[in-house]
């Protein structure tokens, strides 16, 4: 079982910038695709990011994040990066990334299969 684990995770004033990073136990070429979700206590994870098939089919934000994160992947390192700038107080939350290894959908949080244990993301109002 691939484990995965996030960091990059910090405070950082309204309007800057963070790149967070999945690193991954196994070849992360083998799935079939990786998110990024976020969570704010009290509320659904959702997702932010996906990416499929090792970086070269489809990858994309989601609209709510469309223009200002980036989802990326290194399949030689295996690592997953989520680059997002302009960030808003809103944004606070605990960022996951997660991994699906057979085809089907990648859209719930159900969807996947391997999750990380989260990196925090801080944006003081």
């Known amino acids: 079982q691939v484990q995965l684990e996030e960091s990059g995770g910090d405070s950082v004033e309204s309007g800057g910038s963070l790149r967070l990073s999945c690193t991954a136990s196994?070849?992360?070429?083998?799935?079939?695709?990786m998110a990024w979700f976020r969570q704010i206590p009290g509320k659904e994870r959702e997702r932010v990011a996906v990416?499929?098939?090792?970086?070269?089919?489809?990858?994309s934000a989601d609209s709510s994040v469309k223009g200002r994160f980036t989802i990326s992947q290194d399949n030689s390192k295996n690592i997953l990066y989520l680059e997002m700038n302009s960030l808003k107080p809103e944004e606070t939350a605990m960022y996951f990334c997660?991994?699906?290894?057979?085809?089907?959908?990648?859209?719930?949080?159900?969807?996947?299969?391997?999750w990380g244990q989260g990196t925090q993301v801080n944006v003081p109002a």
């Open positions: 997660a991994a699906r290894k057979l085809l089907g959908g990648c859209a719930r949080r159900d969807d996947f299969t391997t």
């Open positions: 196994g070849n992360i070429i083998n799935f079939y695709c």
């Open positions: 990416s499929y098939r090792g970086g070269a089919g489809t990858s």
